[in-house]
């Protein structure tokens, strides 16, 4: 059995981290994969080595001196290895890649220099192999993974190898060169090495003891979730929600592999467990999210029930203006079109001017919609969380302005005021989840 582990920046960010990260693969021998994101920060105010390697390329795109962010770069790699103890020679690697520096070196190969040193440290720290992710993670020109030359570069490296640290972040393009995946990415790089492994688990390690149920800016304290979907993880990050980089469950989820969150601080608290199907039953919501700043354009036209394909005339005037559409509440001679505010700003009057020209229709806008979403796999099967919700809602005096229910019975979608967003939130917690 192989249990990939995924540790983040901060998991990473000094010699006392990587030492926590030693106990932790040490505590479980089948913890044989160790995927590393570069060195984060220390504190609140210090910077992440991707961050100082994305501005060493500015300045030498620029051409202008970038000393002084070099040697912040340089002695957070050697400070590592010497308070570590480690005999690797990371100055000699960071000699190099000074040598490479000028205004042509591609900012991908430049930027993924913070996993792959970080990896280089940890690989001889735990006596694990290093693997360079260049030679395992492959794409097409597209940009597109090949599947079938990344697969096989992955286990052939593992069934040389058998304990591997790969750096995360990025791969190669058919001519080797670096690929760069987004922000984030070595969540993504850990979910597919899971998944040619064929891991019993993907254990991915950052500083929270998982999912909370609701966003601790807003509500104080909220419980974290134990267990959850995959679908429904993917209602709450759409919803506003920030877990994982949201390209990482489709490697894994496709191969029934479990994700579980967990927290490098806290080694012992079982974090979340993110799978296709959860046994529990009894939890009825699983958690509450939410996003602010969303515009209901409101369409009213005298007989518009009657009249065949008036929603997708009018549809279509959005599609036009390359704006996404989030929901579509409907009455009858009238519906509203609700989107984000950042999507339709620079469109907004043409949208509307259109809607009335060539349709005819009457258009009210209404600003600062924010929208709530319950989720939970088990509520359709149970009866009266809609009437909590609206009790709830009703007794705090916050007005409902659209609600929307999926055919997934999967999430409820409330739309409120700006002004009440943190009261629904927080209201909805306590009556559901409190
Ligand atoms: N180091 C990269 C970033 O900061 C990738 C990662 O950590 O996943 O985005």
Redesign the pocket.
């Known amino acids: 059995m192989i249990v990939i582990t995924k540790f983040?920046?901060s998991s990473l960010s000094s010699a006392k981290q990587f030492a926590k990260v030693k106990k932790i693969i040490k505590a479980d021998d089948k913890r044989k994969v160790v995927v590393c994101?570069?060195l984060?920060k220390r504190n609140k105010e210090d910077s992440?080595?991707?961050?100082l390697l994305y501005i060493l390329h500015a300045h030498l795109k620029y051409k202008v001196s970038y000393d002084e962010v070099w040697n912040v770069i340089y002695s957070r790699f050697t400070d590592v290895e010497r308070e570590l103890k480690l005999d690797i020679n990371i100055a000699a690697d960071l000699d190099k890649l000074k040598s490479e520096l000028n205004k042509d070196i591609s900012e991908e190969y430049l930027v993924s220099r913070?996993?792959y040193l970080t990896s280089k440290l940890m690989a001889a720290y735990l006596g694990f192999e290093f693997c360079d992710s260049k030679d395992l993670l492959k794409f097409n020109y597209d940009g597109k993974l090949d599947e079938e030359a990344t697969g096989k570069n992955i286990q052939d490296a593992f069934e040389k190898n058998h304990q591997m640290v790969v750096p995360?972040?990025y791969g190669s393009y058919p001519n080797g060169q670096v690929k760069l995946?987004s922000?984030?990415?070595?969540?993504i790089t850990g979910s597919i090495l899971a998944k040619y492994l064929g891991a019993s688990v993907y254990e991915n390690w950052t500083d929270v003891s998982g999912i909370l149920a609701a966003d601790p800016k807003v509500v104080e304290n909220p419980k974290a979730i134990k267990e959850i979907t995959y679908t429904e993880l993917r209602e709450l990050s759409y919803m506003g929600a920030s877990v994982l980089?949201e390209e990482t469950i489709f490697p894994v989820q496709s191969v029934n592999i479990p994700i579980n969150l967990r927290n490098t601080n806290e080694p012992d608290n079982p974090g979340t467990l993110i799978k296709n199907v959860c046994e529990d039953t009894n939890t009825l919501v699983t958690g509450i999210a939410g996003k602010t700043d969303f515009i209901s354009f409101d369409i009213y036209k005298d007989h518009m029930s009657n009249e065949v394909g008036f929603l997708r005339k009018a549809v279509e005037i959005f599609e036009k203006f390359n704006v996404s559409i989030e929901h579509i509440p409907s009455g009858i001679d009238s519906f509203s079109v609700v989107v984000s505010k950042d999507s339709v700003e620079k469109y907004q009057y043409d949208i509307i001017m259109e809607l009335k020209n060539k349709l005819g229709a009457e258009v009210n806008i209404v600003n600062d919609i924010s929208l709530v979403a319950v989720v939970g796999r088990n509520m359709a099967k149970k009866s009266g969380i809609c009437a909590k919700i609206f009790e709830t809602l009703g007794s705090n005096v916050i007005n409902v302005r659209l609600l929307a229910q999926g055919p997934s019975e999967l999430n409820i979608i409330i739309g409120v005021a700006k002004v009440d967003y943190k009261k629904t939130i927080n209201c909805l917690y306590n009556a559901l989840l409190g």
């Open positions: 983040g920046g994101s570069a984060g992440k080595i991707t961050d913070g996993e995360g972040f995946l922000r984030g990415g070595s969540d980089h």
